[in-house]
């Protein structure tokens, strides 16, 4: 885990599976928001609350991603990873995956998901 994110994050996190294909990595805040949330739906709670597991950081940020987590996300031993800080959340991608995904995206994707941003 990059140093730019460990910090906020302090010594643990959460991670879980996340939509698309990656995994989220959440500090403690954003992991109790993400419960109360969660609370009101069975699907939502099967999705992050079943596979979550929590990971200490270790002296140099790194984390152990369990197998279930590593197939969810088409992470393989020596896979390149990428780690992309969204704000309040930390998602982590295959490169493969991510490309595939980010290969999708276009300004006029952008423009119907927030026109307003093109206001600016």
Known sequence: MPAKFREPLGDWLVLTKGPDGCLWALGRQQWDALLTKASRSVVVQRFFVSAAVDCPLAGRGRILIPDVL???????????????????????WSRRRWEAVNS?????????ELPELFEL
């Open 70 to 92: 590593r197939q969810h996300a088409d992470i393989k031993p020596g896979d390149d990873v990428l780690i992309i800080g969204l704000g309040s959340r930390i998602e982590i």
């Open 104 to 112: 999708q995206v276009t300004s006029e994707r952008i423009r119907q």
